[in-house]
């Protein structure tokens, strides 16, 4: 999902995503580190997260920002064990 909204940021040119790490263009929003990084990149931003959406910052649900959820298939997941 990382690589494709990536793609999209930067209207489909590669060589973004190929120079820029996965931690710099999506980085996760718990961790403090990844909280600074997302906050210091330009908009639209994209950020990573494995937290539920009650304990996103409260500032998140007043802005016009957009969640892509994605979950895997539980079959996927027991066959892949």
Known sequence: ???ILS???S???PNWCRSVPNWDRGPWLETLLGYRRARGNPRPRIIS???PVQLF???FFGSKAKV???VRDPKD???SL
């Open 49 to 51: 997260s494995h937290l």
């Open 57 to 59: 910052p409260k500032e």
């Open 7 to 9: 793609l999209i940021r």
């Open 77 to 79: 997941v027991l066959v």
């Open 68 to 70: 892509i959820y994605t």
């Open 11 to 13: 209207d489909g040119d």
């Open 1 to 3: 999902m990382l690589e």
